[in-house]
C-alpha cells in the first residue's frame, strides 16, 4: 500500500484503507500525538507476588505454559510499540512499512512464545456460574470485591493459592497450579485493560491439564493481539493491553528498530541463545531463574528440575535484556518513526 512521502503519512489509495480518518497515522505530525503510549501488563508483578511452588511445577509443564512462565518480564520499549501500533492497520491486520506489509504470524508465536497452533480453539461461554465454577476448580469461592463481570482479581488468586501447604493433596496442588496459570494468563497472555483481572472463561479450560495442552492457545493469543491492535490504533486511544511482550519480541526478531544491541552489553553472551542470561534487576526474570550459579542458568533440551525434565524455552528468552540506549535520546519516539520510514528490504 503506497503512501505519500515521510511527512505525510496518509495513503494514496484509501479505497483499502478506509479508517483513515480514524487512524493515529492520521494525527501523527500532531503535538497531541509526540507521546507514547502506555502498555497495560503486569507480568513484573506477577513475578513478584507469585513464585511458583515446586511441587506445582510438574502441572504448569504439562499444560505448556511453562516456557511463558520463564520468559519472565521483559522491559516494554514503549516507544518501539507506539511505532508499530502507528504502523498497523486493521483493514489488514498488517504492519505497513516502506518494503511492503508484515504481520504477526501463527509461526512467529510458536517460535517466539512456545505456544500450540493447532488443536482444539479456545472457545466457550462467557455466562459462567463463578461461585460454583471457583469452588470446583479453584476450591475457594471468591468474595464480591475480588470479582468484577466475569473476570476475577489477579492478586486475590495470588493470596489464596500461591501458597499451597506442605501436606497438600493432589487435588489442592492441582487447584494451586490452576490459579496460577490463570493469573500467568490475565498478566502476560490476555492482559486486559488495566491488567489486574483476568476473565473466568479460561477456567473451565484448565480442569484436565491434558487437555488444556493440546489446545490452540498460540491462535488465542494471536487473535487477542490482532484486536488490541486495531483498537489502539484507532479513536485516539492512549493506551494498549493485550499481549505486548510478543509484540516487541516479534520485533526484536523481524525489524532492526529498537533492537537490544547485544554488542554493548559486555554482560551478556552473544549469541545468547541457547543460555538465559545475566540478570542485572531482580524484577527482569523469575526468581527461581536467577538462583543459579552466577545467576546464569543454562536452558537445555531435558533439563532435569527436582526430577522432572524441564522443556526447553521458547525463542524469546534470548530477548532478556535491559534496553539499551547508547545511541538514542531519552525520548526515542520520533527516532523509530523516522527508522521505519527509511526502512529497505534488507532490514527486515
Not at 227 to 245: F, P
Request: with cysteine; net charge negative; aromatic share 8%.
Amino acid at each position: 500500500m503506497a503512501f505519500r512521502g515521510i511527512r505525510d503519512a496518509d495513503p494514496l489509495d484509501t479505497s483499502v484503507l478506509v479508517l483513515q480518518d480514524r487512524h493515529r497515522s492520521h494525527l501523527v505530525d500532531t503535538e497531541e500525538f509526540q507521546e507514547v503510549l502506555h502498555p497495560r501488563q503486569q507480568m513484573r508483578a506477577f513475578i513478584s507476588m507469585w513464585r511458583i511452588d515446586p511441587h506445582i511445577r510438574p502441572y504448569v509443564i504439562r499444560t505448556g505454559f511453562y516456557g511463558i512462565y520463564r520468559l519472565g518480564h521483559i522491559i516494554i520499549d514503549w516507544p518501539l510499540i507506539t511505532c508499530l501500533v502507528e504502523r498497523w492497520r486493521p483493514e489488514t491486520h498488517t504492519f505497513h512499512v516502506p518494503v511492503g506489509e508484515m504481520t504477526i504470524t501463527l509461526q512467529d508465536v510458536a517460535i517466539i512464545l512456545g505456544l500450540r497452533i493447532d488443536g482444539p480453539a479456545v472457545t466457550g461461554t462467557c455466562v459462567l456460574d463463578v461461585a460454583g465454577l471457583c469452588g470446583e476448580l479453584l476450591g475457594v469461592i471468591p468474595p464480591d470485591d475480588a470479582i468484577r463481570g466475569s473476570a476475577i482479581s489477579i492478586r486475590w488468586l495470588c493470596q489464596q493459592l500461591s501458597t499451597p501447604s506442605p501436606d497438600a493433596d493432589e487435588v489442592a496442588l492441582q487447584r494451586s497450579a490452576r490459579g496460577f496459570i490463570l493469573a500467568l494468563m490475565g498478566s502476560f497472555l490476555f492482559a486486559d485493560k488495566k491488567g489486574v483481572h483476568v476473565h473466568l472463561c479460561f477456567l473451565s479450560l484448565l480442569r484436565d491439564f491434558t487437555q488444556t495442552s493440546s489446545y490452540r492457545w498460540g491462535g488465542a493469543v494471536s487473535a487477542h493481539t490482532y484486536r488490541e491492535l486495531c483498537r489502539a490504533s484507532l479513536d485516539r486511544r492512549r493506551g494498549i493491553s493485550g499481549c505486548i511482550t510478543l509484540m516487541q519480541l516479534w520485533s526484536s526478531e523481524r525489524l532492526h528498530v529498537g533492537r537490544p544491541d547485544f554488542r554493548r552489553a559486555a554482560a551478556y553472551p552473544a549469541p545468547p541463545f541457547p543460555h538465559a542470561l545475566r540478570d542485572d534487576d531482580a524484577d527482569v526474570v523469575p526468581v527461581d531463574v536467577a538462583d543459579g550459579v552466577d545467576n546464569v542458568l543454562p536452558v537445555q533440551h531435558g533439563v532435569e528440575h527436582e526430577g522432572e525434565p524441564e522443556p526447553a524455552l521458547p525463542l524469546g528468552c534470548r530477548w532478556r535484556v535491559p534496553l539499551t540506549r547508547v545511541h538514542n535520546p531519552s525520548d526515542v519516539l520520533l527516532l523509530y518513526r523516522d527508522q521505519l520510514d527509511a526502512q529497505t528490504s534488507h532490514q527486515s
